[in-house]
């Protein structure tokens, strides 16, 4: 497994297996509860919620599933609410034209990561060929 | 709340359908629905369709493309579609994901997209004479 920034120290709220697509259903909506107990307004609950959506998805279409945390703890003196997304998918080869906006793979998933980005307050991403993709969000209270 | 083997009813009234959206859809109950509507206008040859998606709390790019590809289906079958009751947030959220929509019309509600869709059909009626 990828590891971004490990030093960071987190609660974990819950670990969710993105398997079917009826997890990805279930998982957003746990994430929109989670940002709401946080005390987010309408607009970043769905922001984030938009958010990790694509990321399910991309999961889900490109790795064949993976694992989701989802997290909350103190970023740079922020309340944040942190989303980490891994797959053991094929990776991403080039990912400098992923993050792009514009760029689409193949299967018309275009606006994915570039339009996620700007979703959120922090975006990190890591790929390795044949290894697998971790992508961490986070979102500010 | 069990998200398998959902369908959501289409409901005809006039010349228009009237679907209600009123589920987190997953990406293949969007796809049914998709060829659901599209069906539904072949066999009964409606002139519009009204979409409510004020129950929705997120549309993500692959509804929004579903909204998108469904309108323009509809207009090659002559059918106009009008996506309705789209809330604020889930507005905001699609500009900044850098999704556009190209074709679809929307209205604030209901009451509004049927008045359109009644006046987009007289404009054809009035064209055709």
């Known amino acids: ?141 | 709340m069990d998200l398998h083997e959902k369908r959501i009813p289409i409901i005809k009234i006039r010349d228009f359908l009237i679907v209600s959206i009123q589920v987190d859809m997953h990406d293949k109950l969007a796809i049914q629905l998709q060829s659901q509507i599209l069906e539904e206008i072949g066999r009964t040859g409606a002139k519009g369709v009204l979409i409510d998606i004020s129950v929705l709390e997120m549309v993500d790019s692959f509804i929004g493309r579903m909204l998108s590809g469904m309108a323009s289906m509809a207009s090659i079958m002559d059918a106009a579609v009008v996506i309705v009751g789209m809330q604020p947030a889930v507005a905001i959220t699609l500009v900044e994901l850098g999704l556009e929509m190209p074709g679809v019309d929307t209205a604030l509600n209901m009451e509004k997209g049927m008045e359109m869709l009644e006046k987009r059909l007289k404009d054809l009626e009035h064209n055709f004479f």
């Open chain 1, 1 to 141: 497994m990828l590891e971004l920034a490990p030093d960071r120290n987190f609660e974990l709220l819950g670990e969710y297996a993105i398997e079917t697509e009826y997890d990805i259903v279930m998982a957003r909506q746990t994430v929109r509860q989670f940002a709401k107990k946080a005390g987010m307004g309408i607009v970043d609950q769905t922001r984030i919620t938009t958010a990790v959506s694509e990321l399910f998805r991309n999961m889900y279409n490109y790795a064949g599933g993976g694992k989701v945390l989802i997290e909350r703890g103190d970023v740079e003196s922020h309340d944040a609410l942190i989303i980490t997304c891994i797959d053991h998918g094929p990776g991403i080869e080039n990912l400098e034209l992923a993050m792009s906006d514009g760029y689409t793979s193949g299967m018309g998933m275009g606006y994915g990561l570039p339009g996620t980005k700007r979703l959120v307050d922090r975006f990190e991403i890591q790929s390795k060929i044949n290894e697998g993709t971790t992508v961490r969000i986070m979102k500010w209270k």
